[in-house]
């Protein structure tokens, strides 16, 4: 048995998890989690980062002696050095409104369809691409020398090394997916200095060594290999879908829901740019193919609004709601600022001509439903604008934990849900650096080994789907 520390890094908090892995065996053990707490400076909104090294530091302390560690977070922001290596500055949270209205000014110089057929990534205002075209004129990028990726940045401070993991940097906008290398063209036209980045990196690269005085503030005994993971957090739950074959679907619930299919090739034709699809990179030269949809965020906010209610009676009474009542869609850009989230959804609803949620079980049944349906819309269009049929969805991640909503993904999608592992980012993580370690072989080795090993739970579709293609059409005519 090998241990390794899984830095996993998401929007609301931080955690450390030690994998174990054996032969025959995968367990994950949580040593920390530490919150992570956007602040609101005058400038705008950003990200104590200062604040999550510290927690990853306390969460190795915790971990005790381990083989490897790996780091993956949410993706698209960035840190940026100077010429000595210095932080300038706490990095930009990609809910700042510093990108409204910059996709429009990009558009003018390269032409949508044109963004789309060379990167395959879909519209969102907070891409990287857009966060650099509105800095562009700030005092920040005229003095940095390196841009950073956040777990990029975590793992030089760190080893003191830097580098640009893959999958992440096909986030940025700025990856031919195709190639699997930049876009030299289209950061060119846009005026993007590419050699800001460090050089690139593959999942399982080595990633340097636990700096001196890192092991002397964790009490690790060096050396300790840091080492390359599917760095965004997508990725490495990804490559932890516990999947038998490739007629599957897959959703990263969360913050976000990302749904869609792994596949060996993009898809870059206008339909699928028209979709809102995206074409990022995964392990063994995968394609996650998959639509962005604004996730349990929306609960999330709503709860904190309410004075955080317990959730497990918030979800049963949610459960006593009659179905499909109202509905929004969870992918409008509406719903990505914080603040006043139950009051949100009540106008759209309002909006739209529908009966308006005024309980929070009316506004969570809402929202479950509402996620639902994106699930469903979202892997029926994957399957049709890639050809590539499917048997079975997998949930992987936090929304795992919510019954209610698997049941109805389940129930839209007309297919059956199998629901885990919950901590799949974490588990895709270790299975990286398992890997990297000759433990583990290939994607489907780890996926096998994911099978066996972990709990996982099936949710079988019940009643017609009827229902939810009168939804569907309700929101189309909107």
């Keep these: 048995m090998k241990s390794y520390a899984a830095v996993d890094l998401g929007a609301s908090s931080g955690r450390v998890m030690v994998g174990r892995v054996g032969p025959d065996s995968l367990e994950l053990a949580e040593a920390h989690r530490f919150p992570n707490r956007p602040v609101r400076t005058p400038e705008g909104l950003r990200w104590d980062i200062l604040s999550l090294y510290g927690g990853v530091l306390d969460g190795l302390r915790a971990a005790g002696q381990v083989d490897s560690v790996g780091i993956d977070s949410w993706a698209v922001d960035y840190g940026l050095l100077d010429t000595d290596g210095a932080l300038l500055g706490n990095p930009v949270h990609y809910r700042d409104s510093r990108t409204d209205g910059v996709a429009e000014k990009v558009w003018a110089t390269v032409p949508a369809e044109e963004l789309y057929a060379?990167?395959?990534?879909?519209?969102?205002?907070?891409?990287?691409?857009?966060?650099?075209?509105?800095?562009?004129?700030?005092?920040?990028l005229a003095q940095a020398a390196r841009l950073l990726l956040i777990p990029d940045l975590l793992t030089y401070w760190l080893t003191g090394e830097q580098g640009t993991e893959l999958t992440n940097a096909s986030t940025t906008q700025l990856i031919d997916p195709r190639t699997r290398?930049?876009?030299?063209?289209?950061?060119?036209?846009?005026?993007?200095?590419?050699?800001?980045?460090?050089?690139?990196?593959?999942?399982?690269?080595?990633?340097?060594?636990?700096?001196?005085?890192?092991?002397?503030?964790?009490?690790?005994?060096?050396?300790?290999?840091?080492?390359a993971v599917g760095s965004h957090d997508t990725a490495s739950a990804v490559a932890a879908v516990p999947a038998g074959g490739e007629r599957f679907a897959y959703i990263c619930t969360g913050t976000w829901s990302l749904a869609g299919l792994e596949l060996d090739a993009p898809v870059l034709t206008e339909e699928s740019r028209a979709a809102n699809f995206t074409n990022e990179l995964g392990l063994d030269g995968t394609v996650r193919y998959?639509?962005?949809?604004?996730?349990?965020?929306?609960?999330?906010?709503?709860?904190?609004?309410?004075?955080?209610?317990?959730?497990?009676?918030?979800?049963?009474?949610?459960?006593?709601?009659?179905?499909?009542?109202?509905?929004?869609?969870?992918?409008?850009a509406a719903f990505l600022a914080p603040g006043r989230m139950p009051e949100r959804i009540a106008e759209a609803c309002r909006a739209s001509g529908q009966p308006v949620p005024a309980s929070p079980a009316e506004i969570t049944r809402c929202i479950l439903d509402s996620l639902a349906l994106a699930h469903r819309r979202a892997i029926a269009d994957a399957q049709r604008l890639a050809g590539h049929p499917v048997d079975v969805v997998h949930v992987v991640g936090g929304g795992t934990r919510n019954a209610l909503l698997c049941q109805l993904t389940a129930d839209a999608c007309g297919l059956p849900v199998v629901a885990g592992p919950t901590e799949a980012a974490a588990l895709g993580n270790v299975l990286v650096q398992a890997r990297a370690h000759g433990l583990?072989?290939?994607?489907?080795?780890?996926?096998?080994?994911?099978?066996?090993?972990?709990?996982?739970?099936r949710y079988e579709p019940q009643g017609d789907t009827a229902p939810w293609r009168e939804a569907e059409a309700r929101l189309a005519d909107r």
């Design 118 to 140: 060379a990167t395959g990534l879909q519209y969102a205002p907070f891409n990287t691409l857009y966060q650099l075209t509105a800095a562009r004129s700030s005092a920040q």
């Design 181 to 227: 290398e930049w876009s030299y063209d289209i950061a060119a036209r846009l005026g993007i200095d590419l050699d800001l980045f460090a050089p690139l990196r593959q999942p399982g690269d080595p990633a340097g060594v636990l700096r001196p005085e890192v092991l002397e503030e964790t009490g690790l005994a060096g050396p300790v290999p840091v080492t």
């Design 290 to 332: 998959l639509r962005n949809i604004m996730g349990l965020w929306l609960l999330q906010e709503c709860v904190r609004a309410w004075g955080e209610p317990e959730l497990g009676a918030l979800l049963l009474d949610a459960a006593k709601v009659p179905a499909l009542r109202s509905v929004v869609d969870a992918g409008d």
């Design 440 to 457: 583990v072989g290939d994607l489907t080795d780890g996926r096998r080994l994911l099978t066996r090993t972990q709990p996982l739970t």
